[in-house]
């Protein structure tokens, strides 16, 4: 037996409850080893000494004033992220999307820009004009159409978002801060 595998069983060891051929195995280590001897002994002492360790008696008010104290404390005001930061990261972020489109869809770029610049031209006319528009996108135009659907839906959450949050989150939170630092 090496002395890796010996030292993890040194406590069960101690506590005499691993297998009788495990603790045959020990034994046999530990008369040819010091090193694993004398882990064995400090084991020893420190059972020992946590065996004649009386408990420690709490205060009767020990819960009330560790209460009281974490009551104390000033806690740390969480960082606040500018919306603007917010708006900024997004926007860094669907730059780098519509990047990763272009890279992927490169060789589709002379078809997407007749395609876009035939949907100025002929905006709003008619339906089979956005048609011609889509199917100038080529094997490209479900993907794109599909990105663009959702940064826009994805800009429509953002919106609803901060307007839901600046009517009725923001005032909740107030509330419950302005309670906090009253106690």
Do not use: K
């Amino acid at each position: 037996m090496r002395c890796s595998s010996c030292e993890p069983l040194l406590d069960r060891y101690v506590e005499a409850t691993l297998q009788p051929r495990q603790m045959s195995a020990v034994s046999a280590h530990l008369r040819t080893c010091d090193a694993c001897a004398s882990l064995l002994t400090e084991l020893r002492v420190v059972d020992a000494l946590l065996a004649t360790t009386p408990p420690s008696e709490l205060a009767p008010n020990f819960t009330f004033a560790v209460m009281a104290e974490v009551n104390g404390i000033r806690m740390h005001e969480p960082r606040r992220i500018s919306p603007w930061a917010l708006l900024a990261f997004y926007l860094v972020g669907a730059w780098i999307a519509l990047t990763g489109a272009y890279v992927v869809f490169g060789s589709h770029v002379p078809r997407i820009a007749s395609a876009v610049g035939a949907f100025t031209s002929a905006l709003g006319t008619s339906i089979v004009t956005v048609a011609s528009v889509l199917h100038g996108f080529g094997p490209a135009g479900p993907i794109t159409v599909g990105i663009v659907s959702a940064i826009l839906l994805l800009d429509l959450l953002l919106i609803g978002g901060l307007i839901y949050f600046h009517r009725s989150v923001r005032p909740r939170l107030a509330t419950v801060f302005a309670r906090s630092e009253v106690r």
